[in-house]
């Protein structure tokens, strides 16, 4: 992909700082002056990799599309500062048209798209004319990319959810940016292609070395297809690693319960079921087990269906569990059980 343009075009004072991260943050606020100051991002600092994918996740609220849009300079920081390759991110106040040269943004409302016109000429009118056998090769070869090459010619309007998001980041690929943002990506799309289309991303990612970032609320989407997690809560970056390790040993029992659903428990809590810490500890639904006993201590408290497992309620008058039975076997409520516990994290 060619390097685009620096930011000395937009702001004349800047100087490049070396040694970072592709896109580094630091100190990061953003406040909305209305009735009442809300901060949406309170002094983040942070660093994403070139050529990685990268997931903001966190609640409702938390932050993560606001730190979206000043990664791509949609907003202007209250304080701190976001560069690119050293330069400082150009906002609305240096540019007439907001937005970093060597970044898209795929928003999640489909408002960039012509709901009326062939999908063929939603991406291919990113180009320009000059080259119109380039123009109609590049736009087979994105097309072909995303998998929608057989909808060419026919309508937006008459795509489905998922089909229009391919649309949208084909649209964005086309002129080969180095970053590629998405807000909510699969949100539209079916499960049953949710799958596709990640792998889909992570082929182009690994072919061309484009950098990702999404933002996304459903651990299982982040889980399967990022390099890197940036966990946030109440504007604040509550984690940031590997989707592997911070689901294993997550740094805080927000992240536990946000990638896993973890059982969190005190020190006293742990006790009742036989571990001795002096710490709060996670214990992953999978990492618990039961056995029928007559004259167990705990019992079950309730089953759900979760499809090809069940989730079991567990415990006490004094402790509830979450667990996953797989494979199923026939159980029923009310049963007395021995719990036994193969591993759990402890917070420092």
Known sequence: MAQQSNSCQYIFSDVQKPDLPLIHGSDVSTVFDGKVLVTAVNRVSFGIEEGKITAIIGESGSGKSTLLKLIYGLLEPSTGEVRYRGWLVPTRK???IPGHDAMKLVSQGFDDLNLYAKVWDNVASQLSNTNLELKAKRTQEVLEQLRIDHLAQKRVADLSGGEKQRVSISRALIN????????????????????????????IVARTGLTVILVSHD????????????????????????????????????????????????????KVL??????????????????SDDNGSFWIKDIKFRG?????????????????????????????????????????
Do not use: C
């Open 94 to 96: 240096d540019k007439l």
């Open 176 to 203: 080969d940016p180095e970053v590629l943002l998405m807000d909510e990506p699969f949100n539209q799309v079916d499960a049953a292609f949710r799958d596709e289309l990640q792998q889909d991303i992570q082929n």
């Open 219 to 270: 651990p299982a989407e982040v889980l399967a297809m990022s390099d890197y997690l940036l966990v946030m809560k109440a504007g604040e970056i509550a984690d940031y690693g590997k989707p592997k390790e911070l689901y294993s040993k997550p740094n805080t029992p927000y992240t536990a319960r946000l990638l896993a659903k973890s059982n969190i428990l005190s020190a006293n809590k742990a």
């Open 274 to 291: 036989g571990i001795d810490t002096g710490s709060l500890i996670s214990i992953l639904q999978e990492d618990i087990n039961i056995e």
């Open 308 to 348: 090809f497992y069940n989730e079991l309620i567990v415990g006490n008058d004094d402790l509830t569990l979450h667990t996953v039975q797989f494979p199923k076997t026939e159980i029923k409520k009310n049963t007395r059980i021995k719990i036994l516990v193969s591993s759990y994290h402890s917070f420092k």
